[in-house]
């Protein structure tokens, strides 16, 4: 099967993969494949509760991670979860394409038991390459609503994120701003500030489009931006941000979590940097504001199931969404989580209506249109 395109922007160099020891609203997602067993979950724990561990005749219980979200939080929940139940988790870290195509490599005898990544696009993208395997588990199903599952169960969504416009305060009304339409009019010319061509958070933007509205018409909202960018793209999006203070431009597009990350960092800059930004999401009228998802899936040959399991429960278990959202900013897949006084703040808005999975099966015509139309 060919790649995706999302992939071939990675960076796929030799990235040592680092192995550490942790001791201590909505769319429908995925489309479908082949299906692949299913795993029932062995926890005693009821619905809505976080498991906990039973003895392994004295073997010492772990679960394999192989993650592409390079998170501090991440840890934490890890560590959370070990406290509480006894078992290890070990991370390996990498690219998303590098982890799927290890997994591949290694069959049977992969020691991977999880598959953790961002984007809807790359977790259909784990699952039409048979690497994961589906999940039964009433825990999973009472935490988790439907809308945030793969509906095969191949992958379980944990968090996910909006990428909205970001403009600035002292020179932007928030009356001002409507949709992503409108950021490729002329009133915006010189004044938008985006990451480059290459981000795949910005590859979904446009593919979600293209599922939306056709390629035509994504492709000339791509046009439009590529006109009006106040800078040749660079930088992640806390440098848009960043841009928008030192009045290189008066609007960007960017995730919602960075703005909560940015409003608790140390760095005294970055918070006076975010206190001067405004969020407005979107489209409320039209389309809806674009949502993308992190997810985690049962690899096809994980030697740890029940474990896995175990931690993909706590994960999205009240306590493990809490930690998440309040340490990444992120919004949590379970209501009951208790989230930051920032995300209260934002409300609840509309989002776009869409398969999570079309954000990879757009993905290379998505890329060709960025390239064309400039947006380098």
Not at 31 to 58: C, D, I, L, Y
Not at 194 to 203: D, E, F, K, M, V
Not at 289 to 312: C, E, F, M, Q, R
């Amino acid at each position: 099967m060919k790649k995706p395109a999302i992939f071939s922007t990675m960076l796929i160099t030799s990235l040592a993969l680092l192995v550490t020891a942790c001791g201590s609203s909505p769319s429908t997602g995925g489309a479908s494949s082949s299906p692949q067993p299913k795993v029932e979950s062995s926890s005693s724990a009821k619905p809505s509760e976080a498991p906990t561990a039973s003895p392994a005749n004295g073997k010492d219980q772990v679960v394999n991670i192989y993650t592409a979200r390079h998170y501090e939080v991440d840890s934490q929940v890890y560590a959370a979860f070990t406290k509480k139940t006894g078992i290890k988790v070990n991370e390996i870290k990498g690219t998303a394409e590098e982890l799927v195509e290890r997994l591949k490599r290694e069959g049977t005898s992969s020691e991977a038991d999880l598959f953790v990544t961002v984007d809807g696009g790359v977790l259909n993208y784990a699952k039409q390459n048979g690497v994961l395997q589906a999940i039964t588990s009433p825990v999973i199903e009472q935490n988790v609503p439907k809308q945030w599952r793969d509906k095969d169960n191949n992958w379980i969504g944990i968090a996910t994120r909006a990428r909205v416009i970001v403009y600035a305060k002292d020179r932007v009304k928030p009356e001002q701003l409507s949709t992503y339409e409108d950021l490729a009019t002329d009133k915006w010319k010189g004044k938008v500030l985006a990451r480059s061509a290459t981000s795949l958070y910005n590859q979904s933007l446009v593919a979600s489009f293209v599922e939306l509205d056709g390629e035509a018409k994504a492709e000339a909202w791509a046009k439009g931006i590529a006109t009006n960018l106040a800078r040749k793209p660079e930088g992640g999006d806390r440098d848009q941000a960043k841009a928008i203070a030192a009045k290189v431009g008066d609007v960007a597009i960017m995730n919602t979590y960075y703005v909560g990350q940015m409003l608790a960092s140390k760095d005294a800059e970055e918070v006076k940097v975010a206190q001067n930004i405004g969020v407005f999401f979107p489209n409320q009228s039209t389309t809806g504001t674009h949502l993308n998802i992190s997810g985690a899936g049962l690899t096809k040959n994980a030697k740890n199931k029940d474990n896995a399991i175990k931690l993909i429960e706590f994960v999205t278990s009240k306590e493990g969404q809490t930690i998440l959202t309040q340490g990444s900013f992120e919004f949590p897949v379970n209501e009951t989580a208790d989230k930051p006084e920032l995300l209260k703040t934002w409300g609840t808005f509309k989002t776009q209506q869409i398969d999570f999975a079309k954000l990879g099966d757009h993905n290379k015509k998505a890329t060709e249109i960025l390239n064309k139309v400039g947006w380098k």
